[in-house]
């Protein structure tokens, strides 16, 4: 029997639902790919420093590692090491899966196409052209989920709103330069709560560690909310987080993280094991319901 060992890499690793995800993935996936990895280990890598990811990525191939998830602060930093980038991340210059050989290492981004699946997925119907999309975050998953999201629909507009307005310009003029159309802002979160410029039909994702067990709260405490709205968190722990809260209390329709979660990482265990990215998921719903249902259990115990 085959072992695929793979590995997330990343900081405040330690409530992480990957190991248990990938090992139930491998029992679906193996079959389905043809492939010889009948097991998958997988493993958490807390990386205090950038210098510590780097000599983790050098010397992956020789400990036997045949491909890596990347979470934050180093998706970037995966793009600029690997030798040959895939899909995606050659368009939003980051990666938060890996592949090694032993002559090079490639990546990919399966995040935002992880996203659409997911959402798809359980919204079956839905279309942003009708929604103005506001994006709560700046960062790597933010700018893969716009961009998924905006090469596939134009919404409204496009509101972009974040702590660092340097960091919400910077994302803005990305998604100008990469899907130009709707009209596109950027914000701060305190201008955007007391003068949000859409009152309906919104589609806000929350793209923040801001909610987890470990960071508590809301960053849009205060917002008003409207039943037109559509609040999708990333975060999967807790399953409703204080944002999804507020927004469910005023009759908006919610999404946690958890299916994107199951997605993406369903996705980057197929590169791993063909070197190809599916061009949809390569789950069947019933898979997608059991492995749901196995994370749910296993967040409430």
Same mark, same amino acid.
């Given at each position: 029997m085959s072992v695929l060992k793979a590995a997330l890499l990343g900081k405040e690793l330690s409530h992480s639902l990957s190991p248990s995800l990938h090992r139930e993935l491998a029992?679906?996936?193996?079959?389905?790919?043809?492939?010889?990895?009948e097991e998958c280990i997988y493993d958490l890598v807390e990386c205090p420093e950038e210098c510590d990811f780097? &000599?983790?990525?050098?010397?992956?191939?020789?400990?036997?590692?045949?491909?890596?998830?990347?979470?934050?602060?180093?998706?970037?930093?995966?793009?600029?090491?690997?030798?040959?980038?895939?899909?995606?991340?050659?368009?939003?210059?980051?990666?938060?899966?890996?592949?090694?050989?032993?002559d090079e290492i490639r990546c990919t981004s399966t995040d935002g196409a992880g996203f659409l699946n997911a959402l798809m997925r359980q919204h079956p119907t839905f279309s942003l052209e009708r929604y103005h999309l506001v994006m709560v975050g700046a960062g790597e998953a933010a700018r893969a989920v716009v961009y998924s999201l905006c090469t596939t629909w134009m919404p409204q507009s496009l509101t972009i709103v974040n702590r660092s307005m340097a960091n919400a310009e910077e994302l803005a003029e990305f998604c100008i330069a990469q899907a130009p159309g709707p009209t596109v802002r950027a914000m701060g979160i305190n201008e955007f709560i007391h003068d949000s410029p859409e009152a309906k039909y919104r589609l806000i994702i929350q793209c923040t560690p801001v909610g987890q067990d470990d960071h508590p709260g809301d960053l849009l405490t205060g917002f008003a909310w409207h039943e037109s709205d559509f609040a999708i968190d990333l975060i999967y722990n807790p399953l409703?987080?204080?944002?999804? &809260?507020?927004?469910?209390?005023?009759?908006?329709?919610?999404?946690?993280?958890?299916?994107?979660?199951?997605?993406?990482?369903?996705?980057? &265990?197929?590169?791993?094991?063909?070197? &190809?990215?599916?061009?949809?998921?390569?789950?069947?719903?019933?898979?997608?319901?059991?492995?749901?249902?196995?994370?749910?259990?296993t967040l409430s115990s």
């Open positions: 029992k679906i996936l193996s079959p389905k790919f043809g492939s010889h990895f780097a &000599q983790w990525i050098k010397t992956a191939p020789t400990n036997g590692y045949r491909g890596a998830n990347v979470t934050y602060p180093y998706k970037e930093k995966a793009f600029t090491l690997s030798d040959r980038h895939v899909g995606v991340s050659s368009f939003i210059d980051s990666a938060n899966t890996l592949v090694f050989s032993e409703r987080t204080a944002f999804l &809260q507020a927004a469910s209390h005023a009759g908006a329709k919610t999404m946690n993280g958890l299916g994107m979660l199951i997605e993406q990482a369903a996705l980057s &265990q197929a590169f791993w094991m063909t070197e &190809q990215i599916p061009g949809g998921s390569p789950l069947s719903d019933s898979e997608f319901e059991m492995l749901k249902n196995f994370l749910t259990k």
